[in-house]
T-cell receptor
Framework: DSGVTQTPKHLITATGQRVTLRCSPR?????VYWYQQSLDQGLQFLIQ???????AKGNILERFSAQQFPDLHSELNLSSLELGDSALYFC????????????????FGPGTRLTVL | AQKVTQAQTEISVVEKEDVTLDCVYE???????LFWYKQPPSGELVFLIR??????QNEISGRYSWNFQKSTSSFNFTITASQVVDSAVYFC?????????????FGKGTSLLVTP
């Protein structure tokens, strides 16, 4: 158990709908990352937050957005869902923002499997 | 640009065989970190090792060992005396200064099947 929690574990919805995925980082971790794992694209970085502020963006679609709240949990919002958005969405957390003389390990949650029908 | 290549898509071995998973990376940065993660059938991603670009010492942890060679931009992973529980998808990943923030840049993964 990594200490990172994600809810829900599974989500089935229809095209055009909007969903929210939730992540709670490990105790003490300030940085949260979102990744998408699909058969086509593999594991791709979406977005990073550090202590409530957006730090980096990867291949995140405009239909997707995220935020990190004062209690450090994060939510990933996916809207106008398409069939191709079906994937496993991971949240990871680390202690630091990631710079300086070392990069902290990212510990991953169990993922949320999203199925868009 | 950063890139991680895991040329082996699938590997199948019989229990107790040794197996090496290859990882080749590309980066222009002099400071970077390499990682290996394991994804068992249950789906979670498990951190295995981190290695920085200034430390080329090989590492051994039980049946696992890692060979980092900057000259060939490789960071290979060997499992000695494989076991059925080693069956999983293994991902090599890279973080470097010019990455998107400090996000992991993953390879496509190598699916390892260990049969009894």
């Amino acid at each position: 158990d990594s200490g990172v929690t994600q809810t829900p574990k599974h989500l089935i919805t229809a095209t055009g709908q909007r969903v929210t995925l939730r992540c709670s980082p490990r105790s003490g971790d300030l940085s949260v990352y979102w990744y998408q794992q699909s058969l086509d694209q593999g594991l791709q970085f979406l977005i990073q937050y550090y202590n409530g502020e957006e730090r980096a963006k990867g291949n995140i679609l405009e239909r997707f957005s995220a935020q990190q709240f004062p209690d450090l949990h994060s939510e990933l919002n996916l809207s106008s869902l398409e069939l191709g958005d079906s994937a496993l969405y991971f949240c990871a957390s680390s202690v630091a923002e990631g710079g300086g003389s070392s990069y902290n390990e990212q510990f991953f949650g169990p993922g949320t499997r999203l199925t868009v029908l | 640009a950063q890139k991680v290549t895991q040329a082996q898509t699938e590997i199948s071995v019989v229990e107790k065989e040794d197996v090496t998973l290859d990882c080749v990376y590309e980066t222009r940065d002099t400071t970077y970190y390499l990682f290996w993660y394991k994804q068992p059938p249950s789906g979670e991603l498990v951190f295995l090792i981190r290695r920085n670009s200034f430390d080329e010492q090989n590492e051994i942890s039980g049946r696992y060992s890692w060979n980092f060679q900057k000259s060939t931009s490789s960071f290979n992973f060997t499992i000695t005396a494989s076991q059925v529980v080693d069956s999983a998808v293994y991902f090599c990943a890279l973080i470097s200064n010019s990455n998107s923030g400090y996000a992991l840049n993953f390879g496509k993964g190598t699916s390892l099947l260990v049969t009894p």
